[in-house]
């Protein structure tokens, strides 16, 4: 908490700011994706997906319907959820592999599908002017002002993922991740509990999407690709899924290592990939898993 | 269905337009099942999803053109080298980055090879620059009439080796000590290192088999598809996909599916839109996973026991 307050006074550099921005866009998302797959036990490659649907709704509705960012903000959730439900009955009856793979098809068809609808969409394009977010007469458009509005969304996203891990919902979702057998004998509504889940990691996304419409103001599907998806799920692995706090320890050093490699020029692929192969092959419960270790090391000394 | 209709009607060649869009389909759809079965191989072995078999593909094609273009090789000298090339790159990466691990979960292996596939694709952006290559054709570039439809040489070259590999995998499994342990890990892998199988062996061999396959389905297509650094992450995807909609583990609906996703995407491209191309297989087999979750031909009762 005090890191966040104090950050931005000490670094004033635009830039910097902007990356710190991004960052917290990424933790939205990948604090609901380690509820999905920490907690609850369910993979999705296809987040980027709802991260589009909130970032086009949002877009959309205040360029074309020219309403102001607040309603269309919750359209996009609401229209989010509504998708996800819909999504989430059918796909989370599927397990492991088969899981992935629907939820990455998803993914890739909801990708095609803002290529192909070009009236809508503008196709491979994508469309711009997308109106800043103004509150009264406030328009969030310094760094600082959209490093101000993300944070504070995610200290609210974050306090209520976790007093949600702590309640009853939690304890029900950790027991799906054990085993969903035992959970359901145990009189567990296990498919209730996951489709839940899925939908709410789905409207952090969205709201996500959104800020991230309104802070680019430009949008276009290159963005929302597989390989995107790919990322978030790398950043809650590599952080440690089995935590909320790993998520956002992996989203941080994520968003920050291609900028230290932006200097290695086109070296950054090699040595992007080498650094996650040997973070999971020596740290396989990821970065948070190693801080554990080391505290329970400290611990018993 | 409805929608074909007055396409159809409007059009006399009709008949030989949509054997031409089959046939099409089979070809590509070839692709898709050798890079299945080369998912299958590993999955059954490891029960690892090898995300990096689609550079598999794109190393063997990349090869290839190495081979024939600067080295003037004769194909059929360039052919097995470059087998044996992405073959080796195949065991190396099962050696430095799977055989380390101790009890790794799903997920983290699943990060190990996309980081193994993000590597490769560096790699070969190094080795090859961005460029897109093509190689010659197998023999000559005339087309065959069939029926109504034409068919270039390349892809009868493509269905031969393809219905080759899989008799020979086929063999290989039932007949050869090595395929026997092979299955026996997949049936059980514990119960295979009770009666003396070495697992960590047949992994290995394992992660060779389906770099083998790869390389050959990268080197076959390349002539029609060409090749760039980037093409991997495709044929992967598609792969993955067919091997999913043939049931995991099941090298023969791995191969249907394959050419069921290859035929119902070029029907598609060439009747609707190419536009939606890529999303109408991905169509198909979401509709097909929620109808039978565990595939066209996997065992409900076995993904259920798999604990990933």
């Not at chain 1, 949600?164 to 085993?179: K, P, T």
């Not at chain 2, 890079?35 to 598999?56: R, W």
């Amino acid at each position: 908490m005090l890191v966040l307050v104090a950050l931005p006074m000490v670094m004033r550099n635009p830039y910097y700011l902007g990356i710190m921005v991004f960052m917290g866009i990424y933790s939205l998302i990948t604090i609901g994706l380690s509820l999905l797959m920490g907690y609850a036990g369910q993979i999705s490659l296809g987040h980027a997906a709802f991260f589009a649907t909130g970032a086009y709704t949002s877009g959309i509705l205040t360029t074309k319907a020219h309403l102001s960012p607040l309603p269309a903000f919750l359209a996009a959730i609401v229209l989010t959820a509504c998708i996800a439900f819909l999504i989430g009955i059918p796909t989370l009856r599927l397990k492991g592999h088969y899981l992935a793979m629907a939820t990455l098809g998803f993914g890739q068809i909801v990708y095609v599908a803002l290529n192909a609808s070009v009236d809508f969409t503008g196709g491979p394009s994508g469309f711009g002017e997308i109106p800043r977010i103004a509150l009264g007469n406030l328009v969030v458009e310094s760094q600082l002002a959209r490093y101000c509005l993300v944070w504070a969304l995610v200290v609210i996203v974050l306090l209520f993922s976790l007093n949600l891990i702590h309640s009853r919902v939690g304890r029900a979702l950790r027991s799906i991740h054990s085993s969903e057998l035992a959970a359901n004998a145990m009189g567990v509504n296990t498919s209730k509990y996951k489709i839940q889940v899925f939908v709410l990691s789905a409207i952090y996304a969205s709201i996500a999407g959104s800020l991230y419409a309104h802070f680019v103001t430009f949008i276009s599907p290159g963005s929302f690709d597989l390989e995107f998806s790919i990322l978030l799920v790398t950043m809650v692995v590599v952080g440690g899924m089995a935590n909320v706090w790993g998520a956002l320890l992996g989203t941080v050093l994520l968003t920050l290592l291609p900028e230290f490699l932006r200097g290695f020029k086109d070296y950054d692929i090699l040595i992007y990939g080498s650094t996650l192969l040997l973070i999971m092959i020596f740290m396989p419960e990821g970065l948070f898993g190693l801080v554990k270790k080391l505290r329970s090391v400290r611990g018993r000394m | 269905m409805i929608g074909l209709a007055p396409i159809l009607e409007s059009q006399e060649m009709s008949a030989s337009i949509i054997l031409q869009l089959i046939l099409s389909g089979v070809t590509i759809g070839s692709i898709y099942a050798m890079v299945a079965l080369g998912f299958n191989i590993i999955y059954n072995s490891t029960s690892i999803i090898n995300f990096a078999q689609g550079e598999f593909v794109m190393l063997g094609g990349m090869f290839m053109v190495s081979l024939v273009g600067p080295l003037n090789l004769p194909m059929w000298v360039a052919f097995p080298i470059a087998v044996l090339a992405v073959t080796l790159i195949g065991t190396a990466f099962e050696r430095l980055c799977i055989h380390p691990l101790k009890m790794p979960s799903v997920l983290s292996l699943i990060i190990i090879t996309i980081a193994g596939s993000i590597l490769l694709k560096g790699g070969a952006m190094f080795a090859w620059g961005k460029e897109t290559f093509s190689l010659p054709h197998f023999s000559t570039e005339k087309p065959i009439l069939l029926l109504e439809a034409t068919i270039l040489p390349q892809t009868v070259w493509i269905l031969g080796i393809i219905g080759m590999v899989v008799l020979l995998l086929a063999l290989f499994f039932r007949f050869t000590i090595v395929g026997k342990a092979m299955r026996a890990c997949a049936a059980n892998r514990p119960a295979a290192s009770l009666v003396g199988i070495n697992v960590k062996r047949i992994v290995l061999l394992s992660f060779a088999l389906s770099a083998a396959i790869g390389a050959i389905a990268g080197i076959i297509i390349t002539p029609i598809s060409l090749m760039d650094y980037e093409r991997g992450a495709i044929l992967g995807l598609k792969g993955f996909g067919a091997a999913v909609l043939g049931g995991l583990g099941n090298p023969m609906g791995a191969v249907v599916a394959g050419f069921l996703i290859g035929i119902v995407e070029s029907l598609c491209a060439g009747l609707i839109s190419s536009h939606y191309k890529d999303a109408v297989g991905l169509v198909v087999l979401l509709m097909v996973l929620f109808i039978k979750p565990s595939g066209l031909f996997g065992s409900a009762q076995v993904s259920k026991l798999k604990k990933f």
